[in-house]
């Protein structure tokens, strides 16, 4: 974690406040908090209690005591006390945890300012915690706070009402820094070092994800758009598991043709085939006794589905290498990702199967616009990146340039954000400050279809029938365009030097969009010429795009040189290009071939 996370401690005699004589040395007033503190691990972050006190500390401590004085007279203060929550919940470092206690004393002060207690105070039913929780729980700004009833106090009789909103009930006595260490993993809102996000959604998904990953052997599906950081959790639960010490290893599913999925996933004996002149191991036995993470495991076709039952299965846990006479039980978590949304509808994937990756249990990464306070701490990561990458100025980004950033609503999640920001700190190496005329973040439009070469068709030629839907809807409806109508719209299209604000300053969006579609024809060139073992062959995979033979001589070289110039057409999208691992073993492969040094790309 990169700061400690911060715990709100609700009770009324441990958030009595300390006081302090008019000489040189303080007078304690409350020892019990100093003690609570140092018995849980809290760094009061009011300053009453030393730090040098607490010993690596495990979270900072606020304390409130839940009460107002009036005339001599303790009174509860449900008002005053939620105004102090929302205001730790509204921004960040905000509450990870709230400890909450049951029994508050009101009533006439006694020596040292202890309230002395009313009979209703005790009365379970009158509970002034059950009272604040209930509060809590209805406050809509309030949703997803934790908390955790710390009370040594009767439960039999209010444990359904308190059950409806708190996530524990702890014995107070029992608190120690394990314990509260204990609670803060399995209920605590915590952010991690390695994962930009301090929002409510993002950190609600970590809670999650770590709450999972403690099993060690379960099957996560983990459910998100495209560049919203799937792959960051996945990796993220695996460091948070029992089996963290072991191996992680990752299959990108869309990457493997079907016919090698059963062997890049379980292995092979000795002569099981033609050319296995040696065994191999799969990913899952490599993965034993780790974490095996599957992306886009959408993409796994109905064939193959059925290979992955017993892999799947938490009883069994069993692979079999092609040509083996008997399986091998394992031990691993499997997590799975994928941005098919409607992957929980079934449609496409075998009943058993989805049981076993509980889909009605999924992990949901939040997208970008879900999640906009993130916004900030990711763009600057980012400047700060490419600032480094491309030995560019430092430079502060513009108010305007942020109202921009934040006013988004980011279809590519963090991936688009990262792009940008790349995009404009390549562009304006020398600059000191980033402008929103640097942020190439206009929507992108869908093309409409286009039936020929230069066609000139009428509006109501194009038009579709109006189906009552709306235009969002319709668009979603749509099939992406066909490679030929989009070359045809480009024939088609017009420019008009007087009509500037249509073209100026998008030659970097076209430049972006055109090397983004080169990628995709290399790599649909590479996987339809690909050999019957699944490896790449790139000669022929440039001669399908080509429509013809490269050269006489040399054609391999050409190929790779040919490759190279088409991945890295648009240096500011290289970096999207490659996170696909197929064109990113391709594009090193050329450039080892073609130059002594390649490009540097994040």
């Not at 695996?238 to 493997?256: E, L």
């Not at 109905?302 to 091998?328: C, F, H, M, W, Y």
């Not at 969006?509 to 290399?522: C, F, H, I, M, W």
Request: one cysteine or more; charged letters at 30%.
């Amino acid at each position: 974690m990169s700061a400690l996370p911060r715990v709100l401690v609700i009770d009324d005699d441990l958030g009595r406040p300390f006081k302090r004589s008019n000489g040189d040395a303080p007078v304690l007033e409350n020892p019990d908090r100093e003690a609570f503190c140092i018995r849980a691990g809290l760094q009061d972050v009011t300053g009453d209690i030393p730090a040098e006190k607490i010993n690596e500390p495990v979270a900072e401590a606020v304390f409130l005591s839940g009460l107002r004085i009036d005339d001599g007279k303790a009174e509860q203060a449900v008002t005053e006390t939620l105004a102090e929550i929302r205001r730790g919940w509204e921004k960040s470092p905000r509450w990870a945890l709230i400890l909450l206690d049951l029994h508050f004393k009101t009533g006439p002060l006694k020596s040292g300012g202890i309230p002395a207690g009313r009979p209703e105070d005790r009365d379970p039913q009158r509970y002034f915690g059950l009272t604040l929780l209930e509060a809590i729980s209805k406050e809509a700004q309030l949703q997803g706070l934790p908390v955790v009833i710390l009370s040594a106090m009767e439960r039999e009789r209010i444990e359904e009402r308190f059950s409806k909103a708190a996530s524990d009930f702890v014995d107070k006595s029992k608190i120690n820094r394990d314990k509260l260490g204990e609670l803060l993993l399995e209920h605590g809102l915590l952010a991690d070092d390695r994962i930009i996000g301090v929002s409510v959604p993002m950190l609600t998904c970590l809670r999650d994800a770590r709450s999972r990953a403690r099993r060690g052997s379960d099957n996560i599906l983990l459910l998100g758009e495209s560049g919203s950081g799937k792959e960051l959790v996945a990796n993220y639960i695996h460091r948070q598991s029992p089996n963290a010490s072991g191996p992680y290893i990752t299959v990108f599913v869309s990457a493997i043709p079907d016919s090698l999925i059963e062997d890049e996933l379980f292995g092979h004996e000795k002569g099981a085939f033609t050319d296995g002149k040696a065994a191999r191991f799969g990913a899952a036995k490599l993965a034993n006794g780790g974490t095996l993470f599957l992306d886009e495991f959408a993409d796994i076709s109905p064939a193959v589905q059925t290979k992955l039952l017993r892999l799947l299965d938490k009883n069994t846990r069993e692979v079999r290498a092609i040509g083996s006479g008997k399986g091998e039980k394992i031990k691993l978590q499997v997590v799975m990702a994928t941005n098919r949304i409607e992957l929980l509808n079934g449609d496409d994937f075998r009943a058993d199967l989805l049981a076993r990756v509980k889909v009605n249990e999924p992990i949901c990464v939040p997208p970008l616009r879900e999640r906009k306070e993130d916004i900030r701490p990711l763009a600057l990561h980012f400047v700060q990146k490419f600032e480094t990458e491309f030995k560019a100025q430092k430079r502060k980004i513009s108010d305007s340039a942020w109202s921009a950033l934040m006013d988004h609503d980011w279809p590519d999640n963090v991936r688009g954000l990262e792009r940008v920001i790349e995009q404009a700190v390549y562009k304006g190496k020398g600059l000191r400050a980033l402008m929103p005329e640097h942020l190439s973040i206009t929507p992108r439009v869908s093309l409409p279809v286009v039936s020929g070469r230069r066609n000139r068709a009428t509006k109501e030629e194009n038009t579709p029938p109006s189906t009552g839907a709306s235009p969002t809807a319709e668009a979603q409806q749509k099939s992406p365009p066909r490679l030929k109508d989009v070359i045809a719209l480009l024939e088609a299209c017009e420019v008009d030097a007087n009509g500037t604000d249509e073209w100026a300053g998008k030659l970097d969006t076209l430049q972006e969009s055109y090397g983004l579609l080169l990628a995709k024809l290399v790599k649909a060139a590479l996987l339809k010429e690909r050999n019957f073992k699944g490896e790449i062959q790139h000669t022929p995979a440039m001669r399908l795009l080509a429509g013809r033979r490269l050269a006489e001589k040399g054609e391999a070289s050409i190929a790779y040189s040919a490759i190279k110039s088409l991945l890295s057409h648009h240096p500011p999208a290289l970096a999207e290009i490659l996170s696909d691992p197929i064109l990113k073993q391709i594009y090193e492969t050329a450039c080892e071939k073609r130059s002594a040094k390649k490009p540097k790309v994040s």
